[in-house]
């Protein structure tokens, strides 16, 4: 079950995978309802909103982002005990630049795209929205959601 590293046996932490498994599949109800919140802005809107659905955020909310906290900072915990800090680093660094990036060019321009014509009178095409993106990082459209 556990491979042996420096003296110290590895220990697969089944509850904590059940757990991060959950946490991250809740991600994907929890994101979809937003879009039928009446309780606050979000980059997109349905025009029929639910009252269910906000009862459903106002109940993960509080609780679900510090769950994923806790999750990342156990999975260290446990991983520091196996290597340096320095390799821990390097080894995040490697593994989450690529989504980073990936996610700050193709995935939150579109939603701030979305969110300004949904949520602001500005109006910009898509290319002036993706430039405006990178060049301005004051909020002239006082829109909530801006970061």
Do not use: C
Not at 84 to 110: M, N, Q
């Amino acid at each position: 079950m556990g491979e042996t590293v420096g003296g110290q046996k590895k220990i697969r932490r089944y509850d904590l995978d059940w757990l991060r498994i959950a946490a991250v599949l809740l991600l994907i109800p929890f994101h979809t309802a937003r879009v039928f919140n009446p309780g606050e802005l979000f980059y997109a809107k349905n025009d029929q909103l639910s009252e269910g659905l906000q009862r459903f955020i106002i109940f993960v909310a509080p609780w679900h982002m510090s769950l994923l906290f806790f999750l990342a900072g156990a999975a260290s915990w446990f991983a520091l005990g196996f290597r340096s800090g320095g390799r821990y680093a390097s080894e995040r660094f490697k593994r989450l630049l690529v989504p980073f990036l990936f996610g700050l060019a193709v995935i939150i321009p579109p939603q701030q795209y979305v969110g300004m014509l949904t949520n602001t009178d500005a109006e910009r095409s898509w290319w002036a929205q993706y430039v405006f993106f990178w060049t301005h990082w004051e909020n002239p459209d006082n829109y909530v959601g801006w970061w």
